[in-house]
């Protein structure tokens, strides 16, 4: 698979050369079980400068995509034996999924970008053979419709695919994208972050009707704006209560460092906060109406955490191995805090 450099260029890629990467523990456990969250930032952020052959590990795209009419979500386990009814859904695990912001970057506001994410249910959509389809986050397939995105309907050539990373909102319909993978077959996984979301934003204005509903295609797609993470902006933005650029009820904020390519699990380079967490981590005020969402039972989110690894802990003692899919006990997925999941 040809590498992108430095994101200014995009070769066209088959749908054979797509890959997607699979989850990079083990960088967070070679930093050691105590290891902070910074100490793991600079860990991940050496690794994907030096293009480091222990987090190089792939996953064929091409796996993912099946001309077969029956069962498209899921595929047996291997080493299962014959007849056994443990499968393991295709498309599970492949969204880039962020952790509680708990410790503060000292590049904040110079290396990373934030977005302000609605209420909804992530998805990972994917647009191929004039279908579009959405999974959630364990690769259940959501929705079947058809969409003006390439690859699902929305051109001739149905051999093209798009790959988003979205949040659905139930109350309109509507498909956020937050991140993007592919577009019209030209894989993104490898570009930077600060590329991708520029990328995302020329092809949706190319393609404004993408971002429209009409009675064939029923769920537009808009992007979530991203801004640099300067505090004096996120306190602008947070200052009065607000729902997002789109009217839709505000669940969070997103931070991503601009310099990650798109690697599919948990990663400290993406960072997740509720509004009501802003002042404890950025040291910043936000509106009195977010201040009043905190539960009841919240002291920090720190203490969070730490009730968090407890229960983890407890899950692990009592569920199968092979029910658990290994992770950092520190890593939260933005999702655990969609009311709507």
């Known amino acids: 698979m040809k590498k992108m450099e430095s994101g200014n260029s995009l070769e066209s890629n088959s749908l054979e050369d797509i890959q997607f990467y699979s989850s990079h523990i083990h960088l ?26 222990s987090i190089d590990e792939k996953r064929g795209i091409t796996e993912l995509f099946s001309d077969t009419e029956t069962n498209d979500e899921e595929e047996p386990m291997e080493g299962v034996c014959e007849g056994a009814r443990r499968r393991r859904r295709k498309y599970a695990d492949k969204l880039m999924l962020s952790e509680y912001f708990i ?80 577009w019209n077959s030209f894989s993104l996984v490898n570009c930077s972050t ?24 029923r769920y537009p797609f808009l992007d979530v704006i991203g801004r640099p993470a ?60 977010y201040m009043s969402e905190k539960p009841e039972n919240y002291t920090s989110l720190k203490d969070r955490v730490e009730k968090m690894k407890t229960a983890y802990s407890k899950t692990k003692t009592h569920k199968p191995r092979r029910e658990k899919r290994i992770k950092d006990v520190e890593m939260v997925n933005i999702v655990d805090d969609l009311e709507l999941d």
């Open 28 to 53: 967070y456990k070679a930093a050691g079980s105590k290891a902070t969250q910074t100490d793991r930032r600079k860990a991940l952020l050496k690794a994907v400068k030096e293009h480091n052959a």
């Open 103 to 182: 410790e503060r970057p000292d590049d904040l506001e110079h290396n990373w970008i934030f977005k302000l994410c609605p209420l909804g249910v992530r998805n990972l959509v994917v647009a191929h053979n004039r279908t579009t389809k959405a999974y959630n986050k364990n690769g259940v397939l959501q929705s079947e419709f058809e969409s003006l995105l390439p690859g699902g309907a929305g051109n001739k050539c149905g051999s093209k695919f798009t790959i988003l990373d979205c949040i659905f909102s139930p109350t309109t319909s509507v498909y956020y994208i937050i991140d993007i993978l592919a």
């Open 194 to 217: 600060e590329f991708r979301f520029f990328f995302l934003k020329s092809k949706l204005e190319e393609n404004h009707d993408i971002t429209q509903k009409t009675k064939r295609h």
């Open 230 to 289: 300067q505090l004096n902006l996120i306190e602008d933005v947070l200052s009065h209560f607000m729902e997002n650029e789109n009217e839709e009820k505000l669940d969070g904020v997103l931070f991503y460092h601009s310099e990650v390519d798109y690697r599919g699990g948990c990663t400290p380079l993406v960072g997740w906060l509720k509004p009501y967490m802003v002042p404890e981590i950025l040291g910043i005020p936000v509106a009195a109406e």
